[in-house]
């Protein structure tokens, strides 16, 4: 797959999402390219989900969509998903699906229920099943 200018990404300078405070409080770190996308909205998201299958920039995508993206982004997030987060690489990537999927459709207690400010996970370890349950 081609890689536009704004795209590419050397190496993978972005770390994972963590979590700072509470359940709600998450730093991102975003690299310059994602801050570039967030910052056009919505007309990113045709492109963003033209390079969601790219296997080494598939993070670098999902959470931009995760903040641009509409309706039609949850079912393609969905599918780039790992099966069950085994090794680190599959934990984050449904770590970072589950931020964006989170935050498109605003339904929080899919993943994670935040009661009392505590998180309880409640598909630890095949959050995809659950999202295509939802």
Same mark, same amino acid.
């Given at each position: 797959? #081609?890689?536009?200018?704004? &795209?590419?990404?050397?190496?993978? #300078?972005?770390?994972?999402?963590?979590?700072? #405070?509470?359940? !709600?409080?998450?730093?991102?770190?975003?690299?310059?390219?994602?801050?570039?996308?967030?910052?056009?909205?919505?007309?990113?998201?045709?492109? &963003?989900? *033209?390079?969601?299958?790219? *296997?080494? +920039?598939?993070?670098?995508?999902?959470?931009?969509?995760?903040?641009?993206?509409?309706?039609?982004?949850?079912?393609? +997030?969905?599918?780039?998903?790992?099966?069950?987060?085994?090794?680190?690489?599959?934990?984050?990537?449904? &770590?970072?699906?589950?931020?964006? &999927?989170?935050?498109?459709?605003?339904?929080?207690?899919? +993943?994670?229920?935040?009661?009392?400010?505590? !998180?309880?996970?409640?598909?630890?370890?095949?959050?995809?099943?659950?999202?295509?349950?939802?």
């Amino acid at each position: 797959m #081609r890689y536009e200018p704004w &795209l590419a990404i050397a190496g993978d #300078r972005w770390s994972t999402p963590h979590n700072v #405070r509470n359940p !709600t409080d998450w730093q991102f770190d975003f690299t310059e390219p994602m801050l570039q996308l967030l910052q056009v909205g919505p007309a990113a998201q045709k492109i &963003l989900l *033209q390079y969601l299958g790219d *296997q080494p +920039i598939k993070n670098h995508v999902i959470i931009p969509l995760g903040g641009v993206g509409d309706e039609r982004a949850v079912a393609p +997030i969905i599918h780039s998903m790992a099966e069950k987060g085994e090794n680190p690489d599959q934990k984050r990537l449904n &770590l970072i699906a589950n931020l964006a &999927l989170t935050n498109i459709t605003v339904v929080s207690d899919v +993943i994670w229920h935040h009661g009392g400010g505590i !998180t309880l996970a409640k598909c630890p370890d095949d959050s995809k099943s659950c999202w295509a349950a939802w």
